[in-house]
T-cell receptor, first 111, second 110 residues
Framework: SQTIHQWPATLVQPVGSPLSLECTVE??????LYWYRQAAGRGLQLLFYSVGIGQISSEVPQNLSASRPQDRQFILSSKKLLLSDSGFYLC??????????FGPGTRLTVT | QKEVEQNSGPLSVPEGAIASLNCTYSDRVSQSFFWYRQYSGKSPELIMSIYSNGDKEDGRFTAQLNKASQYVSLLIRDSQPSDSATYLC??????????FGTGTRLTVIP
């Protein structure tokens, strides 16, 4: 069965510091991978998606970037965090169908 | 602008009642529709998918789709306190992506 991991689970970072969040998927090959952000009391905002190694599509221009160095690994990064980057970051995968399955998420607080 | 709209609630129902959650969407070409359940502080969990007009039942859950009216709903029969959560409607948009509504918060009162 497929499993998706995210780490860390929680993170508190000062404004201007860098960020690296990692997501890995087990039990499937060549998944589509997604990064979402959910701000407090708001809906899911798609940040990036990837259909293969090195292929990244950005949905929202901002100070975040994503990379997919391996088939089942997806990384979200920032060089300098802003207060507005606080939120619940969710990684998801999908296979042949459109169903997306979410990881446990990383709760980021920028102070 | 592709949109998915849900009543934010909160929707309160007594234990054992039927909870009815509704969602409308704007993109007429969408073909795939999903309901996710999100407990407070947790990530969304897929509970239902529907692709054709009509009803689809899975245990206590029934999803209903009307493409002509651009309307999707989720019925939860015999509601339990453990059903208390935020329910997200998601609509396929484009080749790979889903567009999510902001969710309806459901509270089942014992």
């Amino acid at each position: 069965s497929q499993t998706i991991h995210q780490w860390p689970a929680t993170l508190v970072q000062p404004v201007g510091s860098p960020l690296s969040l990692e997501c890995t998927v087990e039990g499937t090959s060549n998944p589509n991978l997604y990064w979402y952000r959910q701000a407090a009391g708001r809906g899911l905002q798609l940040l990036f998606y990837s259909v293969g190694i090195g292929q990244i599509s950005s949905e929202v221009p901002q100070n975040l970037s994503a990379s997919r160095p391996q088939d089942r690994q997806f990384i979200l990064s920032s060089k300098k965090l802003l207060l507005s980057d606080s939120g619940f970051y969710l990684c998801a995968w999908s296979g042949i169908g459109y169903e997306q399955y979410f990881g446990p998420g990383t709760r980021l607080t920028v102070t | 602008q592709k949109e998915v709209e849900q009543n934010s609630g909160p929707l309160s129902v007594p234990e054992g009642a039927i909870a009815s959650l509704n969602c409308t969407y704007s993109d007429r070409v969408s073909q795939s529709f999903f309901w996710y359940r999100q407990y407070s502080g947790k990530s969304p969990e897929l509970i239902m998918s529907i692709y054709s007009n009509g009803d689809k039942e899975d245990g206590r859950f029934t999803a209903q789709l009307n493409k002509a009216s651009q309307y999707v709903s989720l019925l939860i029969r015999d509601s339990q306190p453990s059903d208390s959560a935020t329910y997200l409607c998601a609509v396929q948009t484009g080749a790979n992506n889903l567009f999510f509504g902001t969710g309806t918060r459901l509270t089942v009162i014992p």
